[in-house]
């Protein structure tokens, strides 16, 4: 039996105060097995973006239970749910969020040593290696296009090797070519480390990739929660009706 990476149960979720306020997710039910790769779709602001937050512990539902990994995040203090995120999940975004004034090593390297990683250098060296950037080593984000700048943010989520990578449209900002070797990229690092895979993107043709999709529709998942019912338990229950 496939081993659960991540449980949300009845997760809700409001941004913003009074008439301001959205009540962005609405009592969300989602399973995800370990080793899976998801793509998460749906219109622009259908939720998706908030639930892959919550997801990745940067947004803390008002209500409802987050487990990743056997670790219920809801019961967390800021300071636990930053520790076990640093530790187990590792986050690409659709625009890099790579420190101007850092090398690409220096990108990779500094949350290593924010999580007192013993060599934490040779091990962001290794990964921009293996991202096919060993000869960018010593270049800040302004000498790199996008698509190494995204394989620099790759590789910084690659580095303390988590058991979940989360990707928020992470060919978005890419033309067609570098975005689909950004994707073979981060799907053959998916692969190859066994990691599950929870990823946002309004690319039909990147989603269809993914082994299943979770489809978001006004603050609900409409469907691949991973809680529909089989075929064979929909087939019983109307036998014995």
């Given amino acids: ?53 919550v997801l990745a512990g940067l947004e803390r539902l008002d209500s409802g239970e987050i ?3 056997g670790t219920p995040l809801h019961g967390l203090s800021e300071d636990r749910v930053a520790e076990f995120r640093g530790r187990n999940i590792g986050i690409v975004f659709q625009s890099f969020h790579l420190i101007p004034n850092m090398t690409a090593l220096e990108n990779v390297a500094v949350p290593l040593e ?24 010593s ?9 190494e700048q995204q394989r620099v943010a790759i590789a910084r989520a690659l580095a303390p090797s988590p058991k979940l990578l989360i990707a ?7 033309d067609g070519e570098t975005g689909k070797q950004v994707a073979d990229l981060i799907f053959s690092k998916q692969a190859e480390r066994d990691m599950t895979l929870v990823l946002v993107t ?16 006004s603050g609900e998942i409409v469907s691949g929660s991973g809680h529909e019912p089989s075929v064979s338990a929909s087939l019983s229950k109307v036998a014995s009706a």
């Fill in 139 to 147: 270049h800040y984000p302004g000498q790199l296009s996008g698509g």
């Fill in 67 to 69: 487990v990743i990994d």
């Fill in 202 to 217: 309004h690319d039909t043709a990147l989603a269809a990739r993914c082994s299943r999709q979770v489809r978001v529709r």
């Fill in 1 to 53: 039996m496939a081993k659960t990476m991540i449980e949300l149960k009845n997760a809700d979720l409001t941004l913003g105060q009074a008439a301001a306020s959205v009540h962005v997710l609405k009592g969300m039910d989602l399973v995800i097995d370990a080793g899976e790769s998801v793509g998460i779709v749906g219109p622009s602001g259908s939720g998706k973006s908030t639930l892959l937050m």
């Fill in 168 to 174: 928020d449209e992470p060919t978005g900002n890419l």
């Fill in 114 to 137: 924010l999580a007192n990683v013993r060599d934490a250098f040779e091990i962001a060296r290794q990964e921009l290696i293996s991202v096919g950037l060993g000869e960018r080593l």
